[in-house]
């Protein structure tokens, strides 16, 4: 895809990354131990995001992989939903959530302009 050999090269999957171990850290503070099912929800959306990247980099065509790389976006708004369920809930506190948000923004941005450039590529 493009000029890229490996997905590990792509920037959208390494912001995705990030976005795995900032959720690995909340989930792991004591107060969202208790809550096993939004623990295991947000966790699953931020690897969902970063594995979709993965696997659509692999098909090797430029329509699946834009499929997959939405199929990333809407994990990342999954985790910024789940954050505020986490808020509200008293398991983090506003400048976790800020960080994280923020960094899922980011990561859906990326994604975006990924599909967006993958669209506009005329090889497929």
């Not at 850290?25 to 004591?30: F, G, H, T, V």
Request: aromatic letters at 12%.
């Amino acid at each position: 895809m493009g000029n890229y050999k490996k997905f590990e090269e792509l920037p959208c999957w390494q912001k995705t990354r990030e976005l795995c171990h900032a959720v690995s850290k909340l989930i792991n503070k004591a107060k969202f131990q208790k809550d096993s099912n939004l623990n295991g929800q947000i966790w699953k959306a931020a690897g969902s995001a970063m594995d979709n990247i993965a696997e659509g980099f692999d098909d090797g065509s430029s329509r699946e992989f834009i499929r997959f790389l939405g199929y990333s976006q809407r994990s990342c708004g999954e985790v910024q939903s789940q954050l505020y369920r986490a808020l509200d809930c008293g398991y983090i506190n506003n400048p976790e959530f800020n960080i994280v948000y923020d960094l899922a923004s980011e990561c859906r941005k990326q994604i975006k302009g990924f599909r967006k450039y993958l669209r506009n590529y005329k090889k497929d």
